[in-house]
């Protein structure tokens, strides 16, 4: 299995940023895929869940501002993040379990100036 995240940068706050991870080595569309970060001096935490069925559910810090997508034919899962906040800058990494083991992509970072 392999998660490879992209799209990271350094954008202004209130800036728009699009995230995307591309999956191999699993069965993509039965797949829940999730986005998670990971701040200096902060414990990694669930962003954004998207299911199988393209159910989505979103930390409150991001709620209105990011949005999870998926594209089975693809086999990628895209985070499009608006209005970013300085608060918003971590390394973003992309998640997946299959057969109940966790596969992390490498992360990306996303840096936001205020």
């Known amino acids: 299995v392999q998660l490879q995240a992209s799209g990271g940068g350094l954008v202004q706050a209130g800036g728009s940023l699009r995230l995307s991870c591309a999956a191999s080595g699993i069965n993509f569309g039965i797949n829940t895929m999730n986005w998670h970060r990971q701040a200096p001096g902060k414990e990694r935490e669930l962003v954004a869940t998207?299911?199988?069925?393209?159910?989505?559910n979103y930390a409150d810090s991001v709620k209105g501002r990011f949005t999870i997508s998926r594209d089975n034919a693809r086999r990628r899962v895209y985070l499009q993040m608006n209005s970013l906040k300085h608060e918003d800058t971590a390394v973003y990494y992309c998640h997946t379990q299959n057969w109940g083991r966790d596969y992390w992509g490498k992360g990306t970072q996303v840096t936001v100036s205020s």
């Open positions: 998207i299911s199988r069925d393209s159910n989505t």
